[in-house]
């Protein structure tokens, strides 16, 4: 019987089919399965037909209706294992399928695939330019380091003719996948032997053969990131009723290497841009975990509800085994140091908000009249009282305020420590207090005798750019220091919430276990390159806030349409073309939960679902934890984005006075340093907005543009 594997280009496809044909692909498929090699080129039904012209003659088309042909890459090497590569109408099928070859790459042992056609047509004008042009972009690298590399003849040919890194992305659609890749590595300055060791050797199984196959099915099962091989009977169903959603879950080769490892001697860290997969790792981290040992117990954790919402239903989809899944628990920090302090003290204080924080600061100032803002005394208490776990006023008056841009002298920090301490009196008082403050004092109970009480083996940190020192202490005490103690995901260029941190300092030292991702598989390079745009000239720091992160190599290799970004004269003119443009989108078979609309405020989604449901699109809030199969647009703030995804994704009202807002900014005449952290997390919130959308992106505005936009704008 036939086997059947199905690469990347399939799902792109067939995710945005219509149902009809959807079913249609569902039953040529498990046809497919069930007929012999010989009852296949016999069968009418499915009418498997060469590629007249084809450069690959292993092509082959399936009918799939009157309208639409599957294009099948077929083995002509005695094996049996057939290659579902593309659904497209009839006539455009043998249109693509006559154009493309595929190869096997000779340093990965892996299938790829190349536009012959288009990549022989288009080099002879390549190479008249390159005479004439001073430098070329691969000059510096000889035939035989690049051969080494798995560049073929053909892409080489191509390659000299490179003047600089626009042109490489320009025809890089038409190139072979792994050296398109490895192009782009040398292209950012990494050296061949740093490509060799982190892009060939981690794509190349172990278990390739010496010199590349010339057989279909083994260069199949040597690419593993590209192609899903089904390999039993009830498989080929499940595969095709959740597509997307098992693409949530799949991992690379550079991130399997990181989930998979059988231990690390202590706290390991995965950094890497939006889209490299960070969270998929700590997933799969997980259920490596969980495989090693029956009895061993996880904490999966975040900084929202939402993202913990988000892991909940990935993990399950994942996991697939309720054994499995009650082995491990999901939540936020603050909901498990809640839970710390209820079971170890059995009361809890009632958490406040930001708001009410700010109103008790506010009443501690009028009574000492001191001449600071409650917003400075706020952020006093949060970056350095709490940060730093300061319990007394000679502590204080000693304590490091780096960060902090006023200073402040002895008598000074003795004024401001009689706030701290009357507003502690007076949260204890009324029995409330900050999420901060039950995790100190949840951190305080683990310390103790507590750690045994909840018995995790192993912490998993996603989203870890948001977490406050005192939650890490939280975190830290909560699993026996040793290894695979802690796994920890994320990316100071999305810290969206006002909180640094020295992980060295807390006790959790990566040092020798640290990893950065720097493929987006999420994003096309347009909308990458887009967002991107809004953190240019910002300074950010890395994840353990011990240097600087930068976003150097990280790039994406999917390829779309440019974001579009345009402003309105008025709110209402604004959220009617966004309705139009979500209208499109629906037009263009988008299901409607894969389309999220995000902004700032609360008040302007409201705006938004009103409109929408004007026009007749349904659109549900986020915050109400709408399930997969809920029908409805996503509306979300921008916060509330945070760790999602969607095909596309408008985000509207970007003002210069909702981006940056001014009330989340503390005036530079109060703490310089401050002024800037403020506004870099507010570009950090648009960069994370405008990369959850895959597809297309659509930003819009009313009146005066946030300056952020600007700064894409000119990328």
């Known amino acids: 019987m036939p086997q059947l594997a199905f690469a990347n280009s399939f799902w792109e496809s067939y995710d945005v089919l219509e149902k009809p044909v959807k079913a249609g692909v569902r039953k040529a498929m498990a046809k497919f399965q069930q007929l012999t090699i010989a009852e296949l080129h016999a069968d009418k039904g499915l009418h498997l037909e060469s590629v007249t012209n084809a450069r690959d003659q292993r092509m082959r088309t399936i009918r799939i209706n009157d309208f639409w042909r599957g294009v099948v890459l077929a083995p002509d090497d005695g094996s049996d294992t057939f290659l579902l590569l593309n659904v497209v109408p009839h006539d455009g099928a043998y249109t693509w399928a006559a154009k493309r070859l595929y190869t096997v790459n000779t340093a990965t042992r ?54 600089d890194k626009p042109q490489l992305e320009a025809i890089g659609t038409l190139l072979p996948e792994d050296q398109f890749e490895v192009l782009q590595y040398l292209a950012e300055g990494f050296s061949p032997d740093d490509v060799y060791r982190d892009l060939v ?6 278990t390739a053969t010496p010199e590349p196959s010339e057989s279909l099915a083994a260069a199949i099962a040597n690419t593993t990131s590209r192609i899903m091989l089904v390999t039993r009977p009830d498989e080929l169903a499940e595969i095709l009723d959740k597509p997307f959603a098992a693409w949530r879950v799949f991992l690379h080769p550079s991130q399997r290497r990181l989930a998979y490892r059988d231990s690390y001697k202590g706290p390991a860290q995965v950094t890497g841009g939006p889209g490299t997969g960070k969270t998929v790792v700590a997933l799969h981290r997980v259920k ?130 009689d706030a701290v301490e009357m507003f502690r009196k007076e949260t204890s008082a009324a029995g409330s207090g900050t999420h901060l403050q039950i995790c100190a004092r949840a951190a305080q109970l683990l310390g103790g005798a507590g750690l045994t009480v909840h018995g995790y083996d192993h912490v998993v940190v996603d989203e870890a750019q948001d977490l406050h020192p005192m939650q890490w202490r939280v975190l830290r005490a909560a699993v026996a220091p040793g290894a695979d103690d802690l796994f920890i995901t994320g990316d100071p260029h999305q810290r969206i919430y006002d909180s640094r941190v020295s992980l060295n300092a807390l006790g959790i030292s990566v040092a020798g276990r640290s990893s950065r991702l720097r493929v987006n598989y999420r994003n096309t390079e347009e ?76 008040t302007t989604l409201g705006d938004v679902q009103e409109a929408l449901a004007a026009v007749g699109i349904p659109a549900v809030r ?49 703490d310089p340093l401050q002024h800037e952290s403020d506004l870099l997390r507010e570009r950090c919130l648009l960069f994370v907005a405008s990369t959850r959308a895959r597809d297309a992106l659509h930003v819009s505005w009313s009146g005066q543009p946030s300056p952020f936009v600007a700064f894409a704008a000119a990328r």
């Open 110 to 163: 892996a299938l790829e695939v190349r536009n012959v056609v288009a990549l022989e047509q288009v080099t002879p004008a390549l190479e008249k330019a390159a005479a004439q042009a001073p430098a070329l972009l691969f000059a510096r690298h000889s035939d035989t380091v690049l051969r080494h590399l798995g560049i073929d003849d053909q892409v080489l040919r191509a390659v000299r003719t490179i003047v």
């Open 527 to 602: 909308i990458l390159s887009w967002s991107t745009g809004v953190l240019v000239g910002s300074r950010v720091e890395d994840l353990g806030g011990d240097g600087d992160d930068s976003l150097a190599g990280y790039r994406s290799l999917l390829h779309g349409k440019r974001p579009h970004a345009a402003g309105y004269p008025t709110s209402q003119t604004e959220i009617a073309a966004l309705a139009e443009r979500v209208g499109e989108w629906l037009e263009q078979r988008v299901a409607a939960s894969e389309i999220a609309v995000c902004a700032r405020f609360n």
């Open 201 to 206: 050797s981690e794509r190349r199984p172990a």
């Open 288 to 417: 490596h975990l969980l495989s090693r040992s029956s009895e061993a117990r996880v904490l999966l954790t975040t900084y929202t509800n939402a993202l913990a919402s988000a892991l909940r239903e990935n993990l399950a989809l994942l996991l697939d085994d309720e054994q499995h899944l009650a082995r491990v628990e999901v939540t936020t920090v603050n909901a498990f140091a809640n839970r710390v302090v209820r079971a170890l003290a059995g009361r809890v204080p009632t958490p406040i908000g930001d708001a009410d924080e700010r109103q008790v600061w506010r009443r501690v100032c009028r009574r000492l009249t001191l001449p600071w803002t409650e917003q400075f005394l706020a952020q006093e208490f949060r970056h350095v009282v709490l940060a730093h776990n300061v319990q007394s006023r000679e502590e204080y008056r000693a304590a490091n305020r780096r960060g902090r841009g006023s200073a402040l002298g002895q008598r000074q920090r003795d004024r401001v420590w």
């Open 622 to 670: 986020v915050r109400d934890q709408p399930g997969a199969g809920v029908d409805g647009v996503r509306l979300a703030t921008m916060h509330a984005m945070k760790g999602l995804e969607f095909r596309c994704v408008a985000v509207v009202g970007v003002t210069a006075r909702a981006v940056p807002f001014v009330k989340e900014i503390t005036p530079s005449d109060v």
